[in-house]
């Protein structure tokens, strides 16, 4: 290990389909398709891992950085924006192929609030004719004063190395939080099974109050691109289990199908979405189910 070995967290943002998931496959060297059972406790969702001779980096995906249209969607962003305060840098990713967007600009709104240095990356440069990158990187560069602007392509892998060398001027000196060999944790689970309360909550409405809780009790990968989850839906009353399952299964059945569709997009991959439903009396005032169910008691 170098006698000056850096550590640091990087948060990376950007609408659907920039090529998030690419680049952190291409970043690591590997697919990250092993999911950590350790249980989930906190709410920063530490996707990858990257450890170098001389560093290591920790990427963390804020998924919360969309314009909400709900109360949940208030709060995953409250989170989103506190976590891009606390991060060592930030990569803005676009499509160099989709351009500037609403979406874009939504975050660049939200990133005036934010202290860390921010990185535009540009994606997906193979797809654009070279001529097409400079009018949008002056779009850009008027909107927010970035700390770098560097075009990539996560899928060939180019200019990778450039942007890993500015991580690495940016981060500080300090430990080596992970093992040699820890690519990932959990980076999706609280996500998925808070898409899946969603639609419990939206499609009972004022017969299920805020009293569930879902927990994914699997999330197993399986071929061709295909993901099995398995998640319960954990209610007080009998009652409500009644609500949620419904005329021979059609609430259940709807709730997977609204759910799935939304995590198929968040992944990017076939869902295969197994729900049950079971009666845990009073849990949210007992301490233990609440750890069970990776709930920080200092959050609620």
């Not at 970043?27 to 001389?54: F, H, P, W």
């Not at 071929?223 to 059609?250: D, F, H, P, W």
């Amino acid at each position: 290990m170098s006698e000056k070995f850096k550590s640091g967290f990087i948060a990376i943002i950007g609408r659907p389909n920039v090529g998030k998931s690419t680049f952190m496959n291409q970043m690591i060297g590997e697919k990250i398709a092993i999911m950590s059972d350790k249980a989930q406790t906190t709410r920063n969702r530490i996707q990858g891992v990257l450890t170098t001779d001389d560093a290591q980096i920790v990427f963390i995906d804020t998924p919360g950085i969309h314009k909400p249209k709900h109360r949940l969607g208030d709060f995953m962003v409250k989170v989103a924006e506190d976590t891009l305060n606390e991060v060592d840098a930030v990569l803005f990713m676009i499509n160099a192929e989709e351009g500037y967007g609403k979406g874009d600009q939504y975050i660049l709104d939200r990133l005036q609030k934010v202290r860390s240095p921010v990185f535009l990356v540009i994606n997906k440069i193979d797809l654009v004719h070279p001529d097409d990158l400079l009018p949008l990187i002056d779009r850009y560069k008027d909107k927010y004063q970035f700390e770098e602007i560097i075009p990539i392509s996560a899928w060939q892998g180019n200019n990778l190395p450039r942007l890993l060398d500015e991580l690495k001027k940016r981060i500080p000196e300090g430990p080596q939080y992970y093992p040699d060999d820890h690519v990932t944790d959990h980076p999706e689970r609280f996500i998925i099974s808070e898409l899946i309360r969603e639609k419990v909550l939206v499609l009972t409405r004022e017969e299920i109050p805020h009293s569930i809780a879902v927990v994914i009790e699997n999330i197993e990968q399986r071929q061709s691109n295909t993901v099995l989850i398995q998640a319960t839906i954990v209610t007080e009353r009998k009652s409500q289990k009644g609500i949620m399952i419904g005329k021979q299964g059609s609430m259940l059945k709807t709730i997977g199908q609204k759910a799935r569709g939304d995590i198929e997009t968040l992944l990017g991959s076939k869902v295969y979405l197994e729900l049950w439903v079971k009666v845990k009396k009073d849990w949210r005032n007992n301490q233990s189910q609440l750890h069970e169910f990776g709930f920080r008691h200092d959050e609620y």
